[in-house]
């Protein structure tokens, strides 16, 4: 799998200078947040990723992906209804390609 990275809006609260970012790579899923002077990062391994949430709007959707280990969940807000399902999709498939299972081809549904 390539890595793949989704940018929240501009449009949205928080985001306006430096949208936060979710990448997902073939191993995990990180979330980027930068500000005028620092930048966080927080990382979940894919197999130890629990759950992944969306909440759509109208326009964009807060994603909440927590681990199994019970740390602090990554959250994003501000990203578009496709890309929400797109990074649920890819944790899915590796998910179940670790685990020896495939999903059938075409997006997913939320």
Do not use: C, Y
């Not at 005028?36 to 992944?52: G, T």
């Not at 929400?84 to 999709?89: D, F, M, S, T």
């Not at 498939?93 to 020896?100: D, E, I, P, S």
């Amino acid at each position: 799998m390539t890595t793949e990275i989704f940018p929240a809006s501009r449009w949205t609260r928080g985001n306006r200078f430096f949208p936060n970012q979710i990448e997902v790579t073939d191993t995990s899923v990180t979330l980027r947040m930068r500000s005028w002077i620092s930048r966080n990062e927080m990382s979940i391994p894919l197999m130890r990723v629990a759950s992944v949430s969306i909440h759509s709007g109208l326009i964009w959707s807060d994603l909440l992906i927590e681990s199994t280990g019970g740390g602090m969940p990554l959250t994003s807000h501000g990203h578009r209804k496709e890309d929400a399902l797109r990074i649920k999709e890819l944790i899915a498939r590796a998910q179940n390609a670790h685990a020896g299972t495939s999903l059938p081809d075409g997006p997913s549904r939320a």
